[in-house]
């Protein structure tokens, strides 16, 4: 494949270029998908990324010509709606960011799964199950999809929300047909949104719909074989019944950020990967439970209001909005500046409530360390007086 550019050499495995041909003659998009990423990673390796990512962009598109031929993907579906019980989701481009005890674990669980084949072979293979549980926005379902990336399979969700829904057919059924159609696909398979299963307990339905529907699932789960990896995930994972528990040997609690991974979350999301190493500390260092897709939402704002003023980022307007955040609810930066103020009482607040020095409110502010200091000698005034 010849292409001109930047970077190396590109090397593409022709084992690739050819299942991506054949897939695309048999009209299977996940094939087509699986291979395309690949080929999109081999460009990456390279130094080629504008063509990884274009590449890439494709694979996301749902493949419309083919539908409206009257093609479908062989996915499982609801009989009495014929909706679709299992999506397809691309990997990701977006790195995931994690805390030590859980970069361990994830990291642990792709070695094993690399090296289920060896390790069935002496007896020593564990159920590649693994359970995500942690609040809203902490990066759950893009761990899973870290998986399957890691992996190189494709990444099926189920959202058993949906599936539990009353708008779908027999559930138990819907939830024996997922675990039938995964083995065969050598996928991930994501069982997002597991709280819904606990959710049956509620007086609308009676007890018998959910032991039947948390039996099927274990039923489901005992059935596959060594090589199929299930990840599910959970908000409330003290909800689960502790027989579903017991199945998933690998655990990761993602929780609210730690002060690493809040630094590496603004460094991504505010400073576009750019060294502003003191910045994202001091941020950091008064974020502390914000979800990742908290700092998200705020980074995002700030660069989008930064770059339609054609001005740098507002650092006063996120302190502001990180403050006004409360947990799962993220405020976001205020267009246009604050006044003296506003600016005059988040320096007070820096100071006493988060215990920043004057210099680094000074760097937040964009004042200089005499204005910080009478901005805050004002306020002892006012509380004496
Ligand atoms: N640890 C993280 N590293 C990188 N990005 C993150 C992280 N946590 C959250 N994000 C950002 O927030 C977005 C939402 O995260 P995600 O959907 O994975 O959360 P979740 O835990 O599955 O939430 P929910 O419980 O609401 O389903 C991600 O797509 C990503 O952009
Ligand atoms: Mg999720």
Redesign the pocket.
Known sequence: MGYDGEGGNVIVDPKNVIELTDAALAADYTRVRRAANLIAREFTKAGKEAVARELRSLVRKRGVPLRASGYLEALPVDSKSRLPLVEEQPWPE?????GKEANRIFHDFLMDAQHVGELSAKGLASRLCLLLS??????????AAHVAAQLSRPFYVVRLDSVISSLLGDTAKNIRSVFDFVPSQKAVLLL??MDALAKLRDDRHELGELKRVVNTVIQGLDSLDSHTVVIA?T?HPHLLDSAVWRRFPYKIN?GY?DMG?RKD?WT?FLFEDQDESQLSELLASFSKGL???DI?AIGLAARRHALLNSQSVDLAAVALAVLHSEQGKSALPQRGGLDAEQKRRLAQELKVRNGLTGAAISRLLGVTRQAVYSYLKRDAENQHG
């Open positions: 977006a790195p995931v960011f994690l942690g609040p809203p926005g902490t990066g759950k379902t893009l761990l997002d949104e995930a908000n993602l950020p991974v979350l991504h979800s990742g897709a998200e």
